[in-house]
């Protein structure tokens, strides 16, 4: 399996992913030729009937396996004007992110469908599956297979902020939750909407879709490396920023990726 075009699709919501210098990244990181394209929806020019299906994929009830949901006429409208305005489907609303990707797949041309094509798809809307050990929904930052994608918002909520975070948040609800000090009071700890580091944490992620659908393993144990499943913000951090590497393993994998291309 070889990879010899990837197709990028923007979040235009989110500039801070810097989709152009994303792409010179995978370039020079993978030496492979890669295509920037609109937001999915707009792109692949999206209608009513692409609205009622994505409106199909929220998740109601987080301790329940997936159901298709029946929409609403409001959700439906809701879902066909974020195909132009992306910025309104950053609310926090549930998607099957297995039921999304496979959508996804439906909507992408069979002719560009070919194994040595990988489509990665930026979204605002939060990604999640369900998990059969504690029975209930979690958020997913990527949705790896091809197409895959990767999450702007599960990258905000999905890894767990500290956990002194949550003691304060639980301590200081009697007199009143101030999320804008308690924000403050942990800045720098976990990331933030817009953050100025999304660029460089996209790239880490990125890097995940792109090694599971070329060797089927994305995540990496140790913490020092890009390719570690992070559970909470201070490890994606770690991992993303401060170090911003692949360990030495998969370094080695790197390089037979690109000797392969």
Same mark, same amino acid.
């Given at each position: 399996?070889?990879?010899?075009?990837? /197709?990028?699709?923007?979040?235009?919501?989110?500039?801070?992913i810097e989709i152009n210098n994303l792409a010179k990244f995978?370039?020079?990181?993978?030496?492979?030729?890669?295509?920037?394209?609109k937001s999915f929806f707009e792109y692949f020019k999206s209608d009513k009937n692409t609205a009622y299906e994505l409106a199909s994929f929220r998740i109601f009830n987080p301790y329940s396996p997936f159901e298709k949901h029946k929409p609403t006429e409001e959700e439906i409208n809701f879902e066909?004007?974020?195909?132009? &305005?992306?910025?309104?489907? &950053? &609310?926090?609303?549930?998607?099957?992110g297995f039921e999304l990707q496979k959508f996804l797949g439906k909507i992408i041309p069979q002719e560009e469908?070919?194994?040595? &094509?990988?489509?990665?798809? /930026?979204?605002?809307?939060?990604?999640?599956?369900?998990?059969y050990e504690d029975?209930?929904?979690?958020?997913?930052?990527v949705i790896c297979s091809n197409p895959s994608i990767v999450s702007t918002t599960g990258i905000i909520e999905a890894p767990a902020k500290p956990r002194e975070y949550y003691i304060s948040m639980y301590q200081s609800m009697p007199q009143g939750l101030n999320l804008d000090a308690l924000k403050e009071q942990f800045k720098g700890r976990f990331l933030e909407y817009h953050d100025k580091n999304l660029s460089r944490v996209v790239r880490?992620?990125?890097?995940?879709?792109? /090694?599971y659908y070329l060797t089927g393993e994305p995540f990496c144990d140790s913490k020092d490396c890009v390719l570690n499943n992070a559970h909470w913000q201070e490890d994606l951090l770690h991992a993303q920023i401060e170090l911003g590497k692949l360990c030495d393993t998969h370094q080695k994998i790197l390089k037979s990726i690109k000797n392969h291309e």
């Amino acid at each position: 399996m070889k990879i010899s075009r990837v /197709f990028l699709y923007d979040e235009p919501s989110v500039p801070e992913i810097e989709i152009n210098n994303l792409a010179k990244f995978i370039q020079e990181t993978l030496g492979m030729q890669v295509e920037v394209r609109k937001s999915f929806f707009e792109y692949f020019k999206s209608d009513k009937n692409t609205a009622y299906e994505l409106a199909s994929f929220r998740i109601f009830n987080p301790y329940s396996p997936f159901e298709k949901h029946k929409p609403t006429e409001e959700e439906i409208n809701f879902e066909e004007e974020s195909f132009t &305005n992306t910025s309104i489907s &950053n &609310n926090i609303i549930l998607y099957d992110g297995f039921e999304l990707q496979k959508f996804l797949g439906k909507i992408i041309p069979q002719e560009e469908l070919l194994p040595h &094509n990988f489509h990665l798809v /930026f979204t605002t809307r939060l990604t999640c599956t369900y998990d059969y050990e504690d029975y209930r929904y979690h958020g997913r930052t990527v949705i790896c297979s091809n197409p895959s994608i990767v999450s702007t918002t599960g990258i905000i909520e999905a890894p767990a902020k500290p956990r002194e975070y949550y003691i304060s948040m639980y301590q200081s609800m009697p007199q009143g939750l101030n999320l804008d000090a308690l924000k403050e009071q942990f800045k720098g700890r976990f990331l933030e909407y817009h953050d100025k580091n999304l660029s460089r944490v996209v790239r880490g992620y990125t890097l995940q879709t792109i /090694f599971y659908y070329l060797t089927g393993e994305p995540f990496c144990d140790s913490k020092d490396c890009v390719l570690n499943n992070a559970h909470w913000q201070e490890d994606l951090l770690h991992a993303q920023i401060e170090l911003g590497k692949l360990c030495d393993t998969h370094q080695k994998i790197l390089k037979s990726i690109k000797n392969h291309e």
